[in-house]
């Protein structure tokens, strides 16, 4: 947990330059057009356009953008057909990577992920190469001014969740995959709308990494994320907080 609850913190430093993005928009709008091609287009009961409409409004995304993709995917068979692709590869250090995306272009989304790596000193690797050394989980987010952390925890772990982790910012409860949906559902009657909800990937072990290989790390990530196509990286290394300071600064 340590070394993912740190990769989300990284994550989170670096959400104000994201947002800046050009390309952030497109990811989501992706996202609600694959969710609501898949699930329909009624949030209340299709748990992954939810949480797209969550992602979205918490980075601002205009109310039109959000309804126009999502009549996008609800108009069966029209437009781009989006995939979802699961990349695995070594960034340097031995860390390894999983890259979800989304994609219309196999071609293209491959050529621009190996690119990343082997611009970074990594290596793309086969599917299954990496991902037994992480284990799938639920993940939902709130705010901390949503709960107070005990009765968080309580609610949590009586919906079905493993665990639940709180600090000044947040809580970031833990439930197994297929319990998702079931979890989500109890705590929003509870606590309104989460801020995300999701699968992650999450690291067994962490690898620690020197500033050197730190930097670099975080360079291939900034590069697979620049990629329209990237909806989300895992990755299982972990970095000293004065190391991330300096890098994240």
Not at 100 to 125: P, V, Y
Not at 238 to 243: F, M, P
Request: contains cysteine.
């Amino acid at each position: 947990m340590a070394g993912h609850s740190q990769f989300k913190n990284i994550m989170h430093r670096k959400g104000a330059q994201d947002k800046k993005r050009a390309g952030l928009f497109a990811k989501l709008g992706r996202e609600l057009t694959v969710s609501a091609k898949i699930g329909g287009a009624d949030p209340d009961s299709n748990i992954r356009l939810r949480a797209a409409i969550t992602a979205a409004r918490s980075n601002n995304m205009p109310k039109d953008n959000i309804e126009r993709a999502i009549k996008k995917g609800a108009g069966a068979g029209e437009g781009e057909d989006y995939e979802d692709i699961r990349y695995e590869g070594y960034a340097p250090g031995g860390v390894a990577v999983i890259v979800e995306a989304l994609t219309d272009n196999r071609n293209r989304t491959a050529s621009e992920i190996r690119s990343a790596f082997n611009k970074h000193g990594g290596n793309l690797a086969e599917t299954g190469a990496v991902s037994f050394m992480f284990s799938r989980a639920g993940e939902i987010t709130y705010p901390a001014g949503a709960a107070a952390a005990e009765a968080m925890f309580e609610a949590a772990l009586e919906a079905g969740a493993m665990d639940v982790e709180s600090d000044a910012s947040s809580h970031l409860v833990s439930c197994e995959p297929d319990e998702l949906h079931a979890v989500a559902g109890a705590l929003e009657a509870r606590f309104g709308a989460a801020e995300s909800t999701k699968l992650v990937w999450r690291p067994q072990s962490t690898i620690p990494l020197d500033e050197e290989t730190a930097a670099t790390v975080l360079k291939l990530l900034d590069a697979l994320d620049d990629s329209d196509d990237v909806q989300s990286i895992a990755a299982n290394f972990e970095i000293d907080e004065d190391i991330l300071s300096r890098l994240t600064a």
